[in-house]
């Protein structure tokens, strides 16, 4: 039955307010679960307009059954009675989304004949019941303007008001007022509005999973072009500027990519059942299914998904900041700033102020040429910058197909010069990096669905060249610096072109490889170079592998590693592009601990590089040894404890720490009676730990499950005391520490015990290996991550008498790879296939 008919019907039968929101609410609720087959008829602004003017209909609803309740047999006419209700924000546009907030404000004139305040408040009461979560405002008519005053936000929410229902006289007096609010203080508000929007993109940074709404390029950029048209040009819509102050094929891209997020924001609330606005990776799968994207291949569906969006949000978002920069000249004009901007004239109409290159607007772009040789001139004694103006300019360019002599050059100088990402950052930004750098152009807006990389492949990218150029590493800076120019060119564009072959079938390492041949050849390196920079590519994350999932304190593990590259020139290049790589994944992913590990294995690879033979663990320990020997701090010490020092039975021990290490950790063993520790969390978190008594590892474990435990290395020193040290992937406040030291205290107390639960470990899942070597074996776990797994391991353990000696853990995409180094101490190869019993679940 039709709505209204059952509305009217309960209004004959004056039945109370409850039975009508009760019926409301059944009618919204039905609604609601209907919107994905409506969303598969109708998508874009056309699903948003609809789900508005649904929201409408509801709304106008209640409002005619307050008046009919209110006002019975005696109901004046609708624009008698001074009230209308508005909508605001999104709302307001017409682009409410799915579980987007209600904006309603209610305004009214306070006639003393009508009994208003009720009124409004029985609206408010059966929408509230009918389930509607309403953001809304009541006011007085003459109280908007000094309400507008109050915040930026409430201002912004009423330039876009749009009647609803209600009075028309009130809503003609109300755009009145609203006339007023849009034309006062106009400045202060667009200057307001300009910071805050920089302050957002800082706070919701492009990544793997943006916020299609606060985020740069999101809906609220495109809003911000219109509220700010809004207040200078008095325009209702961002069309009208069309033509005068926009371009129209400028327009019809931005719409075209305004429309597609509009679809993604709307199928992502759908997904989430709530409102979620940022596109995270659980909601892909399903959010790509809703927009009916590649049916028959759900893979490539997700990718083009995630790709088509990142594309939208940056066209959204350079037609938006060069558009912004054109309606807000008039509020930025400074008399003042006028000697300073003639003195930064550096080409007729561009100028070079803090770094930042600006055009004027109202010039023809010249070649692409020549812009780029601009870049290149500036570029060399600074990292500089455009503004939206600049890149507009550039973007408006041709780039031939077939570039000439002059272009190619200018291209392949790019990489000599000392701040080579600057350039391609300000081509990305144009939209001209694929036209002008060829083999970028299937990685651009490229998603990494790996879980690791925070960014798409393309910003990755650019991120990776940064990191080169931005080398501040006591290591590394000096080794890059030692290259000639060619070969920092070389690896420049090694570090651009790295993951060049990703998105392809064959494997990316020798796809970007081929990519790189074909285009270093192109722009004039040799063929030596070019032979190094397939090879670095093809190689790229092998550092990086093999300090995750081997036992880099294994000789063949370190020959193998080290036997592609034959030389420790390939060696150090490898370690900076790894670096710059590792770098550019994401914010604190190259930690301390990263780097320890890539330190250890880049010097265990030079040393094998310097001679060939496979050099043993004891050549190793001694070479430490003679080391420690010649350290004037040991020389002092009394021979009784020298000895005690050089006779330590791990061979990895002396392997793992260097000279100093090994005298401070020896000197720290002279003052343990039973125990003693050491925690530092300036970084993360790292646990030393010395005993004579013994310890219950597996409690310990279990208690700081919570935390990320990414190595763990034990051995047996002197005196009866066993060295501990446990790193962790997080870090604590200072104000917690008492909490560790105290979980550390109750670990010495052999009797406490915790409810372990049996991790569940299939037996393609663990991999031992008793001929590791003569006094190692390993233990390889490869499965899903579960809370307690390294816990349940070492208690079993230590019912066993097993010495775990190393223990590298590594967490990604909800997988762990545990790798262990146990002494062969009789108790582990022994009980092998016991131990394969406990840890298998059946």
């Known amino acids: 039955m039709d709505l209204n008919i059952e509305i009217e019907s309960l209004l004959n039968q004056n039945a109370p307010d409850f039975k009508i929101s009760k019926l409301l609410k059944q009618a919204i609720r039905d609604y609601l679960d209907n919107l994905e087959e409506i969303f598969k008829e109708t998508q874009g602004k056309a699903f948003l307009v609809h789900h508005?003017?649904?929201v409408d209909q509801f709304l106008s609803i209640i409002y005619k059954v307050v008046l009919r309740k209110m006002f019975q047999a005696f109901q004046p006419m609708r624009n008698s009675v001074p009230i209308a209700l508005v909508a605001l924000g999104s709302y307001g546009r017409e682009q409410l989304c799915v579980y987007s907030d209600i904006d309603l404000m209610i305004v009214y004139k306070d006639i003393p004949g009508y009994n208003i305040k009720e009124i409004i408040e029985?609206?408010?009461y059966i929408a509230w019941d009918a389930g509607f979560q309403l953001g809304h405002r009541v006011h007085e008519i003459t109280e908007l303007p000094d309400v507008s005053k109050t915040d930026i936000t409430i201002k912004t929410a009423l330039l876009e008001s749009r009647f609803i229902i209600g009075s028309n006289f009130i809503w003609m007096e109300t755009q009145r007022q609203l006339g007023l609010i849009r034309r006062d203080n106009t400045k202060d508000y667009v200057l307001a509005k300009l910071q805050e929007t920089h302050i957002r993109h800082q706070k919701y940074p492009i990544s793997m999973e943006p916020n299609i709404k606060e985020g740069i390029g999101g809906t609220r950029d495109a809003n911000l072009v219109y509220w700010i048209a809004s207040v200078r040009h008095n325009v209702f819509r961002l069309k009208e500027l069309v033509g005068t102050i926009i371009d129209e094929t400028d327009y019809a891209e931005y719409r075209s990519a305004l429309e597609f997020i509009f679809r993604v924001r709307a199928a992502l609330h759908l997904s989430a059942g709530k409102k979620e606005d940022t596109l995270r990776l659980e909601h892909v799968p399903?959010?790509?299914?809703?927009?009916?994207?590649?049916?028959?291949n759900p893979q490539k569906a997700q990718r083009e998904l995630v790709s088509r969006t990142f594309q939208a949000l940056d066209t959204i978002?350079?037609?938006t900041a060069y558009w912004n920069g054109v309606l807000t000249k008039p509020y930025l004009y400074d008399a003042s700033h006028i000697p300073s901007l003639k003195a930064s004239l550096i080409e007729p109409r561009i100028y070079l102020c803090d770094h930042t290159l600006y055009a004027r607007r109202d010039q023809k772009p010249k070649t692409f040429l020549y812009y780029l040789k601009l870049l290149l001139k500036i570029a060399y004694d600074t990292p500089v910058k455009a503004d939206a103006s600049f890149c507009h300019l550039i973007d408006r360019t041709e780039i031939p197909k077939t570039k000439g002599k002059q272009l190619i050059s200018a291209i392949r100088q790019i990489f000599y010069i000392p701040h080579s990402a600057a350039i391609i950052e300000i081509l990305f930004q144009s939209g001209k990096l694929p036209q002008a750098i060829p083999p970028l152009k299937r990685i651009m807006y490229l998603p990494q669905f790996d879980g690791y990389h925070h960014y798409p492949v393309d910003i990755?990218?650019?991120?990776t060249l940064e990191a080169l150029d931005r080398l501040d590493h006591d290591l590394l800076k000096p080794l890059f610096n030692k290259l000639d120019k060619d070969s920092k060119a070389m690896l420049k564009l090694v570090a651009l072109l790295h993951d060049a072959g990703k998105g392809r079938i064959r494997d990316h390492h020798e796809v970007g490889a081929d990519l790189f041949r074909v285009y270093a050849k192109k722009l004039g390196f040799s063929d030596q170079l070019i032979k190094e920079g397939i090879l670095l590519i093809r190689h790229h994350t092998r550092m990086t592998k093999t300090i995750h999932n081997e036992d880099i304190y294994d000789e063949s593990t370190i020959s193998k590693f080290a036997a592609p590259l034959n030389s420790q020139r390939l060696l150090d290049m490898l370690f900076i592009l790894t670096y710059a790589d590792v770098s550019a994944v994401g914010e604190g992913i190259y930690n301390a601990f990263t780097d320890?590990?890539?330190r250890t294995l880049y010097y265990a690879a030079s040393e094998i590089l310097e001679k060939p033979a496979i050099i043993g663990e004891t050549a190793k320990r001694l070479r430490r040894e003679q080391a420690l020997k010649k350290l004037p701090e040991f020389q002092t010490l009394p021979r009784s404890l020298q000895k005690k020092i050089l006779s330590i039975e791990s061979n990895l021990f002396f392997i793992k720490h260097t000279a100093r290490e090994i005298l401070n950790i020896a000197l720290e063993v002279k003052g343990v009676s039973n125990y003693a520790m050491k925690i530092d969390s300036t970084e993360t978190l790292k646990i030393e730990i010395y005993r004579k008594v013994p310890i219950n590892l597996g409690f310990?474990?279990?208690?700081?499950?919570?935390?990320e435990l990414v190595a763990m290395e034990i051995f047996k020193l002197f005196d009866g005391v066993k060295y501990f040290v446990l790193e962790f992937n997080?870090?604590?406040?200072?104000?917690?520490i008492p909490m560790v030291e105290a979980i550390i205290h109750e670990s010495f107390d052999m009797q406490k015990e915790l409810n372990l639960t049996k991790p569940k470990i299939k037996p393609k899942e663990i991999t031992i290996d008793c001929e590791h070597s003569k006094t190692y074996a390993t233990m390889q776990i490869k499965t899903s991550n579960q809370r307690g797994l390294m816990a349940y391991v070492a208690h079993y353990f230590d019912k066993l008498g097993i010495d775990i000696a190393s223990a590298v853990i590594t967490t990604r995409k909800h997988r762990v790879n545990d790798f262990f180094l146990i002494e062969k101490n009789g108790n582990f190869c022994t009980n092998k296939e016991k131990i394969l019993q406990e840890l298998v679940e059946a």
């Open 700 to 707: 310990l474990l279990g208690k700081l499950s919570h935390l």
């Open 317 to 319: 978002r350079k037609k």
């Open 460 to 463: 990755h990218s650019i991120k």
């Open 122 to 124: 029985k609206i408010l």
């Open 286 to 296: 399903n959010v790509a299914n809703l927009l009916g994207l590649e049916k028959g």
């Open 730 to 736: 997080d870090t604590i406040a200072s104000d917690e």
């Open 52 to 54: 508005t003017k649904k």
């Open 596 to 598: 320890r590990m890539l």
